[in-house]
């Protein structure tokens, strides 16, 4: 690809610990004043749920100090935790043991807080804003030390603790373009030099309904474009990101400084904002080859003082194996809940549950369709009942424990598949020869009448 740019991102996820916050901060849509603590026990299962479909890092998002609440403490007891920042330790540890980074978005740490994590293995994300816009009626008005100094003291409290941090610039909260990019050139003097910072951030103000700026319009692309220039003359050897779910133009700011996508939550979305979509892999690398940039993956850690720790030394390995392998094979298989046959999470889809009917590489499940499913009247339209057999098949030959690709399929239909009559879906892998699976498949009446048969091969990545 001649004269060809590159942009990096994490392949993260998103874990939301507890909404509650004793921040008021007007922009945020995450806040919920009588949020509950996310259990040990979900935490673990949402751990090895991430783990098991090879994100890299996962970032345990939270509203800041909640323990200042009742409710909050009297769930730290009963998980049996004595401070907020136990329970914090808690999931970094758990994370490293599923092998992943962990990242802690948490609001700002102090000095005293900041020196239980030096060995926890984790980084840190702050938000930084530019002004303190404190006055009735702006953003900041109810939030209590959200403020240029706050986020400065709070670098140099996990400086000063030896901890990699990312830093991320809110922007479009009411401030003036003067003061944003003042404050960026400012923080680029103050910590581009730092061995513990590990990527910028560029975080553009989008309204969500539940945030009490939700009818503040966000910045322009102009103004965007140059909150990018300007960060990337400050910080010039740093990955400078932009959340593609927040700036759909991030292509066309290529030119300007963005280099990177930062932590992208494919598989979980981000608590943070939920009502804006995560692209999926192919979309973004879709959207960024129309303009000749190529998209890689990349670790969450950049600077040998964030890399040389022995607490992530086997969670390193292993997360560096992944992204060896996905970059090598150009083929990024992510599963992200939103298959059209089984994806819990798509809303359109079928919502078959396809893993839980395999055993011993058959996979036998039963479906009624229904006239949307139709070609002719009153019959099922093929390409269903294929797709269907297709999947089938593919789980079969899986077994939960592989993954693989379809190469090739063939298809007879024996007799037109009524609409309304429940169908009972059989698919057996017969055979394998090296990499490659091959597979069967039939649909039937409840009477046992064969309705359609399918054979096809499957390659294993």
Not at 30 to 46: G, H, I, T, V, W
Not at 180 to 201: H, M, N, S, W
Request: hydrophobic share 40%.
């Amino acid at each position: 690809m001649n004269n060809s740019a590159s942009i990096s991102y994490i392949f993260s996820s998103f874990i939301g610990l507890t909404r509650t916050c004793h921040q008021r901060c007007g922009y945020c849509s995450f806040f919920e004043e009588d949020a509950p603590l996310l259990s040990l026990e979900d935490l673990r299962k949402k751990m090895i749920e991430i783990s098991s479909r090879n994100a890299t890092e996962v970032v345990l998002v939270s509203g800041e100090t909640p323990q200042e609440y009742p409710h909050i403490q009297i769930e730290l007891h009963r998980n049996g935790f004595s401070s907020y920042t136990d329970y914090l330790l808690a999931a970094c540890e758990m994370a490293l043991e599923h092998n992943l980074l962990p990242v802690l978005s948490a609001g700002y740490l102090d000095e005293f807080t900041a020196e239980r994590f030096v060995e926890a293995g984790c980084s840190v994300r702050i938000n930084l804003v530019s002004s303190s816009l404190s006055k009735p009626g702006q953003a900041l008005e109810k939030a209590r030390g959200r403020n240029p100094s706050g986020g400065k003291a709070s670098i140099e409290a996990l400086h000063k603790a030896g901890i990699p941090y990312s830093a991320g610039f809110v922007v479009g909260i009411g401030e003036t373009e003067e003061e944003r990019l003042k404050f960026i050139r400012e923080i680029g003097r103050f910590c581009t030099a730092d061995p513990y910072l590990q990527d910028v951030r560029i975080v553009p103000f989008q309204p969500g309904s539940s945030c009490a700026m939700s009818s503040r319009p966000p910045l322009p692309f102009e103004s965007i474009k140059t909150v990018l220039q300007v960060a990337r003359e400050a910080f010039p050897v740093h990955h400078i990101s932009i959340p593609p779910y927040l700036f759909y133009r991030y292509p066309a700011l290529a030119k300007d400084g963005l280099n990177d996508l930062g932590s992208v939550p494919i598989l979980t979305g981000d608590p943070s904002y939920p009502e804006f979509e995560v692209p999926s892999f192919e979309t973004m690398k879709a959207r960024l080859e129309k303009a000749n940039i190529v998209l890689f993956e990349r670790g969450s850690l950049c600077t040998p003082a964030a890399l040389n720790r022995p607490e992530i030394a086997s969670a390193l390995t292993h997360t560096r194996a992944i992204i060896e392998r996905r970059n090598a094979s150009g083929l990024n298989l992510i599963d992200n809940e939103h298959c059209f046959v089984c994806g819990t999470r798509n809303e359109n889809g079928l919502n078959i549950p396809m893993k839980e009917s395999v055993k011993d590489h058959t996979c036998t499940f039963s479906w009624t369709p229904g006239p949307a499913f139709q070609g002719y009247a009153g019959i099922v339209h093929g390409g269903i009942l294929s797709t269907l057999m297709d999947e089938a098949m593919a789980h079969a030959v899986m077994n939960n424990s592989i993954v693989a690709v379809t190469a090739d399929m063939r298809i007879r239909f024996h007799r037109p598949t009524p609409v309304g009559i429940p169908l009972k879906f059989v698919a057996t892998r017969v055979g394998q020869r090296k990499n490659l699976h091959f597979a069967r498949a039939s649909v039937l009446m409840p009477d046992g009448t064969v309705l359609a048969e399918a054979e096809g091969r499957f390659a294993e990545i």
